[in-house]
């Protein structure tokens, strides 16, 4: 079965830092890739996702991922931070019937 | 408006004492799903449904039951709580085709059992 591996457990940065989540499933074929951000108190909300075509995903509020198949990445980016990121991150992979999650990644940022 | 909805959001129980998360979605889709998050796990999936009358175990289904009589519908039974079902609950769904396998979440119950 598919596994999910999220490296970074907790990050803080200062807004307007570069940032870059890891995320590495356990084995290839066709993925279905899906980043998730939970805000504090709230319930997860879907940040992209990629079943296929162009590597280089965008989604909303100016994150990204890259999906590079022969290093089994999604690596989650977003340029500039700000404190509104502040949440948890969650990187899935689609096995058979359900969605595996990653630990998730708690994102701090301080202005 | 399309959604997920679970209740209750919060509740304190004893433990033996037999409780029911209810998880409703108007949004017609076949596949349900209960997730519990728990801190430095992440989302482990409980039970799942494909469709009505159909349901399956997930990665951790001891000490939890589901039905799914309806297709709206997706409820949680804890027979007989114990402490260690302490954890925060989500309820999922998404269409079986279309949806390239992204959820879509209710906004969690969060259950203590002391």
């Known amino acids: 079965a598919q596994s999910v591996s999220q490296h970074n457990h907790h990050v803080i940065l200062s807004e307007a830092a570069s940032l870059e989540l890891g995320c590495n499933y356990s084995?290839?074929?066709?993925?279905?890739l899906f980043w998730y951000v939970q805000y504090p108190g709230q319930h997860l909300q879907l940040l992209l996702k990629?079943?296929?075509?162009?590597?280089l995903v965008k989604g909303i509020k100016g994150f990204e991922a890259e999906f590079i198949k022969s290093k089994f990445s999604f690596n989650l980016r977003k340029p500039s931070v700000q404190w509104s990121d502040t949440a948890e991150y969650f990187c899935?992979?689609?096995?058979?019937?359900?969605?595996?999650f990653g630990t998730g990644t708690r994102l701090q940022v301080f202005p | 408006e399309a959604q997920v909805t679970q209740n209750p959001r919060y509740l304190i129980t004893v433990t033996g004492k037999k409780l029911t998360v209810t998880c409703s979605q108007n949004?017609?889709?076949?596949?349900m799903s209960w997730y519990r998050q728990d801190p430095g796990l992440g989302l482990r999936q409980i039970y799942y449904?494909?469709?009505?009358?159909?349901?399956d175990k997930g990665d951790v289904p001891e000490g939890y039951k589901v039905s799914r009589k309806e297709k709206r519908n997706f409820p949680l039974i804890l027979e007989s709580p114990s402490p260690n079902q302490t954890s925060l609950y989500f309820c999922?769904?998404?269409?079986?085709?279309?949806?390239?396998?992204?959820?879509?979440f209710g906004e969690g119950s969060r259950l203590t059992v002391l």
């Open positions: 999922a769904s998404r269409p079986l085709l279309g949806s390239a396998g992204e959820l879509f």
């Open positions: 084995y290839g074929g066709t993925v279905n």
């Open positions: 990629y079943f296929s075509g162009d590597p």
């Open positions: 899935a992979v689609m096995d058979t019937d359900k969605l595996i």
């Open positions: 949004m017609n889709h076949e596949y």
């Open positions: 449904s494909m469709n009505v009358e159909v349901t």
